[in-house]
């Protein structure tokens, strides 16, 4: 099992800040690609950022240029760099990853997705 603990989530002014964190513990061998979704009330959950383990990034039209996506060098913490918040970027935002465990002797690996709990971010106006 992988679990992935998020922080950072908060209220804050519209054209503020925040820094959210994801963190992946547990039984794994490699953290493949990551992202960062978030659903507001009454709506579905979207796809905020993406980032592989080769630090390749994709953003949402909404956010380019105002959000940020990292991880660390271990590849196992991600981070989401909000500037310049607007009231509708208020939702719950949730880590995602894909974790890679190695099976057996002869490299068989299994892939499997694995979601936080989420961390709320409201920005108010």
């Known amino acids: 099992q992988v679990q992935l603990l998020e922080s950072g989530g908060g209220l804050v002014q519209s054209g503020g800040s925040l820094r959210l964190s994801c963190a992946a513990s547990g039984r794994f061998d490699k953290i493949n690609d990551m992202a960062w979704y978030r659903q507001a009330p009454g709506q579905e959950r979207e796809m905020v950022a993406t980032?592989?383990?080769?630090?390749?990034?994709n953003y949402a039209d909404s956010v380019q240029g105002r959000f940020t996506i990292s991880r660390d060098n271990a590849r196992t913490s991600m981070y989401l760099q909000m500037n310049n918040l607007k009231p509708e970027d208020t939702a719950v935002y949730y880590c995602n990853a894909e974790a890679l465990r190695v099976v057996n002797v002869e490299g068989a690996t299994v892939k499997r997705q694995y979601w936080g709990q989420g961390t709320l971010v409201t920005v108010s106006s």
């Open positions: 980032i592989t383990s080769d630090y390749y990034t």
